[in-house]
């Protein structure tokens, strides 16, 4: 049985410093899995980068039931826009560009699926990571975390909702424009029958079907700015994945902390006989029998040889912790920043498609006005 | 002949008709002016009804004052309708509003409804004061002054409902054999107005229909603007511009509501009152067929001498007569009602057109400026950043 997919064409360009002029230096194809597998890779080994998103697997907040489909060339183009600007996205960041595995996706044809999962990052993924729905009490989150886990929350319902609203707007949009084309044959055979009115009649339907096909070229505008928008949509998930991240090195954190000073109350307990805490030990030894006192002091070494392992642990396990904070925040801050450029852009750029409509609707209307007041 | 002056004995003479015609548009000529407003609801115990007010300014001689105030109802004008039919069956008289909605309503008396119709019977009267012949019809006047008890005995008078049912009965029978019989220019107008029928009810259809998808995008794009100002909460740098494009999306809202109101007054009621037309049309060409079936009738008659051979060569000359009038009225009708039809239609499409330009301009304007203050913006911060 053979399987039908789609593959991209990957070009690397290296620009040269003597002339400016760029060089190609790669060519290879890669299908929509391979950016899949690059991008989970990446997950793993830099848990505290904000990853670029890639583009979705299947069309969602379709406006017309026609771009539903995977298949469809204009869904592949810009899954394929979508693809560059990961690859893009990757390249220009100061700590993935430098990537080794990322480098072999765009420069080794073959095997670069063995090389990866030779890294072995599938069994270095923390499985928890991936079970969304469970929950880590943790007691003393960083502020700026939970703040940032709200905020991509909300993002990601806000724009959720706004391209839900939009793909609604395009879709009357479409049906207003598309009417008009109606006119166009009427006018047409009416014209037919009309002796003075006629040429106006017969033009002016023309430019209602001129009209009524413009709005393919316009919509088909606005779903590239629903993308910019989706890719933040996207981002939102990546940005929680850092959070999560955080949150269960506080959580193991905070479990070898307790953990730690528990192994340190029974080793007190175990120095000065007193029992403070409830241990089945305890009940047990006390129902059969006292311990000796050799067998206690065996106790006591192996409790403190856990306990210096523990203290070991739990400070590189704080070290650890500080600097993912710090790395991530950096990141953090490096991705507002870029978010904000973008965003505003787009925001732009959607103000131009506008104008540019309503520029053509003037053309239109005015070119119609024109044949209706010749008739 | 004098064309200045409104003597209430109108020459029917064609000529006279048309030169008419040319005074016709002339502001200054117009000395009947007609207006329909204020409906209220009356409720009896028998029925609920409403009634329209109607004011008529005049300066003809005629009429016994200058101003007249008049309540009516639609079954007034629907007596009136049939009055001008029977003076004038050969004329194009102008159409009533549907007695009923359309599409059938729960509520017998929307506010829209009321509206619509209001407009439409402020056209009807309007469209007969313009007519150089309709215009000076007695039932008409009779209408605009009377009151309510004297136009109910002025109704009470005429022809009962049992003979203009008897009437409905001739004409179907000798319909069929007018058709046969009909003159090359009155075949040509049948065609004309079979295919006039067919396209003005299409363009109803589609103009009823860009309607209902232009609200249903106002619908839709009311919810748009505000989640910008929604996402706006949780930006803090963003604010600013997601806050200007919701204003910019919800300007074009408006202007989009404004181009919906404006295809409802100037392009809706025109198209719909011209397939009304077209139904009156199809009506006045088997009026015309009817007499000319009388006649036809009469000749097949001497022709055969099936009847009273004396008296057929009189009563076929007195047919002769009616059916040379009824087709030269319709003539100059026809002519003036193309017209009239073409400048309609003409300025309905105008308009829309010029609704849709001025839409257009209106939300260009509104992005323009959004952009505009955006670079405005930019170069401020670029400034500001130089050291």
């Known amino acids: 049985m053979q399987e039908t997919y789609t593959a991209y064409l990957i070009e690397t360009r290296s620009v040269e410093h003597t002339d400016g002029q760029s060089v190609l230096t790669d060519s290879l194809w890669r299908r929509y899995s391979e950016f899949e597998l690059l991008r989970n890779y990446l997950l793993v080994y830099y848990p505290h980068i904000v990853v670029p998103p890639l583009p979705e697997k299947r069309a969602e907040f379709v406006w017309h039931k026609l771009s539903a489909d995977n298949m469809d060339p204009d869904f592949v183009e810009r899954r394929r826009i979508g693809l560059e600007n990961f690859l893009l996205r990757i390249a220009s960041h100061p700590i993935l560009c430098r990537d080794k595995i990322f480098y072999l996706f765009l420069t080794q044809e073959g095997n670069w699926k063995e090389t990866v999962n030779e890294t072995g990052f599938q069994l270095k993924a923390d499985s928890r990571l991936k079970a969304l729905n469970a929950t880590f009490r943790v007691k003393n989150p960083d502020k700026r975390f939970t703040d940032l886990k709200h905020y991509s929350d909300e993002l990601q319902s806000v724009i959720s909702h706004l391209l839900r609203v939009r793909a609604r707007v395009a879709d009357r949009l479409y049906g207003v424009y598309k009417v008009h084309g109606n006119y166009g044959r009427v006018f047409s055979e009416w014209s037919a029958i009309e002796k003075e009115m006629g040429d106006g009649l017969q033009s002016a339907g023309h430019h209602m079907d001129v009209y009524a096909s413009s709005i393919d070229d316009i919509l088909e505008d606005e779903e590239h700015y629903a993308d910019q928008l989706k890719e933040y949509l996207f981002y939102a998930e990546a940005l929680r994945a850092v959070c999560r991240k955080h949150e269960l090195m506080q959580y193991d954190l905070e479990i070898a902390a307790q953990d730690l000073a528990s192994k340190k109350q029974q080793c007190e307990e175990l120095a000065t006989g007193t029992v403070r805490t409830f241990s089945l030990k305890g009940m047990t030894t006390k129902l059969f029998g006292q311990e000796t006192p050799e067998q206690r002091e065996a106790r006591i070494k192996v409790l403190e040889e856990q306990i210096n392992e523990g203290e070991q642990q739990l400070k590189s396990k704080n070290l650890e912790g500080r600097e993912f904070v710090k790395n991530a925040w950096a990141d953090i801050e490096r991705f507002k920043e870029q978010k904000n450029r973008d965003l505003k852009e787009a925001l732009i750029s959607y103000a131009v498609m506008q104008i540019s409509m309503c520029k053509k609707g003037i053309q239109v209307w005015t070119n119609a006005k024109e044949c209706f007041s010749k008739m | ?387």
């Open chain 2, 1 to 387: 002949m004098d064309m200045n002056s409104f003597s209430p004995m109108m020459p029917t003479s064609p000529l006279s008709m048309i030169n008419q015609i040319k005074f016709e548009d002339e502001p200054d000529l117009k000395d009947l002016f007609i207006t329909v407003d204020e409906p209220e609801s009356h409720v009896t115990t028998i029925e609920t009804f409403i009634t329209y007010r109607i004011i008529t300014k005049t300066s003809r001689g005629e009429f016994d004052s200058s101003e007249f105030e008049v309540r009516r109802r639609y079954q007034d004008f629907l007596w009136l309708k049939g009055k001008l039919e029977e003076a004038h069956p050969t004329l194009i008289i102008p159409p009533l509003p549907e007695k009923f909605m359309v599409k059938g309503m729960v509520e017998r008396f929307n506010d829209d409804f009321i509206e619509t119709r209001r407009k439409a019977l402020h056209k009807f009267l309007n469209r007969i004061a313009d007519h150089p012949t309709l215009t000076f019809n007695e039932d008409f006047k009779i209408f605009l002054t009377a009151q309510a008890w004297e136009l109910s005995s002025h109704k009470k008078q005429g022809p009962g409902l049992l003979s203009r049912m008897g009437q409905t009965v001739r004409a179907v029978a000798s319909s069929m054999r007018g058709v046969k019989n009909r003159p090359e220019e009155f075949m040509e107008m049948n065609n004309f107005i079979e295919l006039f029928s067919q396209k003005i009810n299409l363009i109803d259809k589609i103009s009823q229909r860009i309607y209902k998808e232009e609200r249903e995008y106002f619908d839709e794009l009311k919810e748009y603007g505000p989640i910008h100002i929604l996402w706006s909460a949780s930006e803090e740098d963003l604010v600013d511009i997601l806050k200007d494009v919701a204003s910019c999306i919800d300007r074009c809202c408006k202007a989009t509501e404004k181009r919906m109101s404006g295809l409802a007054e100037a392009l809706l009621p025109v198209v719909h009152e011209y397939v009304l037309y077209s139904e009156m049309l199809m009506g006045v060409m088997r009026r015309r067929d009817q007499i000319q079936a009388e006649l036809d009738s009469k000749v097949e008659a001497l022709t055969y001498k099936k009847a009273d051979a004396d008296l057929l060569p009189e009563e076929i000359g007195k047919l002769e007569d009616k059916v040379e009038c009824a087709n030269n009225a319709l003539k100059a009708d026809w002519e003036r009602w193309k017209q009239n039809m073409q400048n309609d239609i003409k300025l309905a499409f105008t308009d829309m057109a010029e609704e849709n330009i001025h839409y257009y301009e209106q939300c260009l304007a509104t992005w323009e400026s959004f952009l505009t203050s955006q670079t405005n913006l930019h170069l401020e911060e670029a400034s500001e950043d130089k050291p």
